[in-house]
């Protein structure tokens, strides 16, 4: 049975569409270009199609990439709406918040995701800045992170 397509990387890809732009997309969601840019690699397996022409500027829809950006504008929008009327709900299982900083997303981070994946029912993967991910654990917006250097040199820890 073939699993459905993470309405995150959806998100992603209608943030690209509208900005046209890797780097401002991930300025607009506070991640890395890269982590867009492997969000975008994500979705394109899904889909079995290459959605995107990255190598003009501003990236150019191709013919794939525009009918699943009409078509997932609306799925977004009715996704953020139903979230917005219930917030999280209590039946739901436990989603298991993970942010993984610049220098660990570029590593190993395909290997921690594949060893989560098997141990975690629900996996949401944050990458980005590390000073962006301590304000997002701080703020009880992630569940761990996992940095190449510590917090221990944080004075408020």
């Known amino acids: 049975m073939r699993s459905l397509l993470d309405p995150a990387l959806l998100e992603i890809f209608c943030v690209v569409c509208e ?4 780097s401002r997309s991930a300025q607009k969601l506070g991640v890395t270009t890269s982590a867009v840019s492997h969000a975008l690699d994500r979705l394109e397996k899904c889909v079995n199609a290459e959605l995107l022409d990255r190598n003009r500027r501003p990236a150019r829809l191709t013919g794939a990439g525009k009918r699943l950006f009409r078509e997932s504008q609306p799925l977004v929008a009715s996704l953020k709406a139903l979230q917005d ?16 900083g610049e220098v660990i997303t570029a590593t190993i981070s395909p290997w921690i995701i594949g060893e989560l994946e098997k141990r975690v029912p629900q996996l949401m993967i944050v990458s980005g800045l590390n000073c962006v991910l301590t304000e997002k654990l701080k703020n009880n917006e992630l569940d761990i992170c996992v940095y190449s250097d510590g917090l221990l040199s944080e004075a408020r820890w």
Do not use: D
């Not at 009327?85 to 993984?100: A, E, H, M, N």
């Open 19 to 22: 900005q046209g732009y890797l």
């Open 85 to 100: 009327r219930f917030g999280s709900l209590s039946y739901q299982r436990p989603t298991i918040r993970v942010g993984l």
